[in-house]
């Protein structure tokens, strides 16, 4: 019923900048909080950063003041801004939905395919 699909990785170089973007499918009500996790080969699935409904946001220590999350509340879809990229930013970048409420049914969760950003140095 519902779906994410991320797009904007690519190959970018250490120092540049890169905006990944997402949207949610279906035919939607409600999305209480989106973000984006990313995991490197050999490592877990991390939180990057995640945003509210009402705007709240978090963000990893390790990207703060270098990644801008931000969400369209009417149109469901949700970006990350990332500058000042590093060789350690390379990972497979997820999108993620919580408490996804529609017409006549929810979900507790929801995650994007994944899109590959790969920082070179």
């Known amino acids: 019923q519902v779906q ?7 190959l970018v170089q250490a120092g540049g900048s890169l905006r990944l973007s997402c949207a949610a499918s279906g035919s939607i009500l ?10 490197a080969p050999g490592k877990e699935r991390e939180l990057v950063a995640r945003v509210t409904s009402g705007g709240t946001t978090i963000y990893a220590d390790s990207v703060k003041g270098r990644f801008t999350i931000s969400r369209d509340n009417a149109k469901h ?9 590093k060789p350690e930013d390379t990972a497979v ?19 994007g395919q994944g899109t590959l950003v790969t920082v070179s140095s």
């Open 77 to 85: 879809t949700v970006s990350l801004h990332m500058n000042s990229v």
């Open 30 to 39: 409600n999305i209480n909080a989106m973000g984006w996790y990313r995991q």
């Open 4 to 10: 994410l699909v991320e797009s904007g990785g690519g």
């Open 93 to 111: 970048y997820y999108c993620h939905a919580e408490n996804v409420v529609g017409g006549s049914w929810a979900r507790l969760e929801v995650w």
